[in-house]
Structure formats: structure tokens, C-alpha cells
């Protein structure tokens, strides 16, 4: 596996996937009980955005550090930039050099209470992991496969929670075919857990076999977010992406109906952006 998030922290595609993230899980903390959060493949967790991989690219600045400096922003997006803002309190929070990836945000979103299950298969990111959350009961880390731990580890003791699945995608329509594999197992373990699924648009011909499964699955309630930047005809770059949500929560719909827009307007890179919000199966 070649793909290293460090390149990509905090473009538009982390602030969909994170301003989304930080929702569902303040949304579990609406109840006392506590919730298990569940990372499929949980990267090294901390970006160095001064580090030469991010340097490189520069994503970053066209994605968070855009909405860092913008005003009139949604509720919904301040508790995401909240937690970047905390990470950088040293330079004022605006000029980033740390990006939290899914496990820190979630991790900082957590109560004392609540429980983490993080996995991650390649050895120097599932390394940082451990380094990271060292000393925090709360959290484990699992060098493994994330889609086979869904199927050892599920249901988990709190009985709800959250399972977000990112995979890398280096393999297209491959990875589209292993998420819904590894759904339908998690599926029928806990039927009452809540999954997030991230996947890239390039070409509307691989992504959209993947949103017709879930009617042919016959899940019962999921929902379906995109956000695009560039028109979905070109196979060489990330046009834009998508989440579905599934057993999301009361009214999350509206919440999503008020959040993209704004994304859209502050990350478009051209005159071109769109999203949607719609349900594939239910309400």
C-alpha cells in the first residue's frame, strides 16, 4: 500500500469527512450512556502540516485553512474548527501546522466514559497511533485489518456508537465492492451501530454502483452526502466525495442541508460546486 494521508491532511475532502465526523459523534453524546467509536482505518491520527509531505502539496490550504478564516459560519462547523483551533492555540489557530486526522477529533470529542477501537494495517501509521494515545484508557489500537475487525470486534459493549470506514481507495471499484462486504457483515453483528462510509467521486460510473447497493441490500435507512468541486468526468483527479450515513441520526438531514453549502462556497476552486443531500433508502 502506497497511499500516506500526510500529503492530503486537510483538504476540502478531511473537512467534509471531519465536519461531518465531529456531528455524528456530538450527536451520541446527546445520551448519558456511553458510545464506542470505531475506526476502520484510522491513519497515524496527527499531521505535521510544516512536515515535508504536506509541504509538498499544500492541500491544506485550499481546504481548512479556508474556513479557518472565514466568518458567518454554520454551528455545525464550529465544533470541528473548534478542535483544529485548540490544536494550534500556540500560533493563534489560524496559521495551522497541526491537522487532527478522524481518531484525535473523535478522541478530543469524547467523554471519560466513552470507548474507542481504532485499526490501522500499515506498521509506522498504526506506530504513531499507539504513540499518540498512549496512556489514554479510553482508546486501543489495532495493527490489523479494519474490515476483519468488524466482523471479530462487533457488537461492543456500550451497545451504540459510531463505526466511521475511510479506506485509502487505491483500488476503485475493489474497495467499493469490499465496504459493502464488510457493511452487511457489521450489518448483521449490530444492526443498531451507525456507519459512515467516505468514498472518493472521480468517475460517477464507479461510485454509483456502490449508492445503488444499499436499496439492493435492503438497508434500511441511509443517507447519502456530496460534495463537488470539479464535474465528475475525469478519472486523473478528486473531483469531490461523498459519505453515507447509515441509522443516522434524528434530523441529520437538515443538519447536512444547512453544512454544504457553505462548504461549497468556501472551497470551491472555480466557478464550478455542487452537493447534494438525499436519502438512498428510507424516510
Not at 23 to 47: C, M
Not at 56 to 83: D, S
Request: glycine share 8%; aromatic share 8%; proline share 6%.
Amino acid at each position: 500500500m502506497n497511499y500516506r494521508h500526510a500529503f492530503h491532511a486537510g483538504n476540502f475532502a478531511d473537512v467534509f469527512k471531519h465536519a461531518i465526523l465531529a456531528g455524528l459523534i456530538e450527536s451520541l453524546k446527546a445520551k448519558q450512556t456511553p458510545f464506542r467509536y470505531f475506526d476502520t482505518h484510522a491513519g497515524a491520527g496527527r499531521y505535521d502540516l510544516r512536515g515535508e509531505a504536506a509541504r509538498k502539496t499544500r492541500e491544506h490550504e485550499a481546504g481548512v485553512q479556508r474556513l479557518l478564516e472565514a466568518v458567518r459560519l454554520p454551528a455545525a462547523l464550529h465544533i470541528y474548527l473548534n478542535l483544529v483551533r485548540a490544536l494550534n492555540s500556540g500560533n493563534g489557530g489560524r496559521d495551522i501546522a497541526v491537522y487532527p486526522g478522524s481518531p484525535l477529533i473523535a478522541s478530543l470529542l469524547m467523554r471519560d466514559n466513552d470507548r474507542a477501537t481504532l485499526c490501522e494495517l500499515q506498521a509506522d501509521e498504526a506506530g504513531a497511533l499507539k504513540k499518540l494515545f498512549a496512556g489514554d484508557a479510553r482508546i486501543g489500537v489495532h495493527q490489523r485489518d479494519g474490515y476483519a475487525a468488524l466482523d471479530a470486534l462487533l457488537p461492543p459493549p456500550e451497545r451504540r456508537g459510531l463505526v466511521l470506514i475511510d479506506p485509502p481507495f487505491e483500488a476503485q471499484e475493489g474497495e467499493f465492492d469490499a465496504i459493502g462486504d464488510a457493511l452487511a457483515t457489521a450489518l448483521a453483528r449490530w444492526p443498531t451501530g451507525m456507519y459512515a462510509i467516505w468514498y472518493p467521486i472521480k468517475l460517477r460510473q464507479q461510485s454509483a454502483p456502490f449508492l445503488r447497493g444499499f436499496a439492493r441490500r435492503k438497508i434500511p435507512r441511509a443517507l447519502c452526502a456530496e460534495l463537488l468541486l470539479h464535474p465528475d468526468n475525469s478519472a486523473l483527479r478528486l473531483n469531490g466525495c461523498g459519505m453515507v450515513i447509515v441509522n443516522p441520526p434524528w434530523k441529520f438531514d437538515r443538519q447536512l442541508a444547512e453544512l454544504l453549502p457553505t462548504l461549497r462556497q468556501h472551497l470551491a476552486q472555480g466557478r464550478f460546486g455542487q452537493q447534494r443531500v438525499e436519502w438512498l433508502t428510507g424516510e
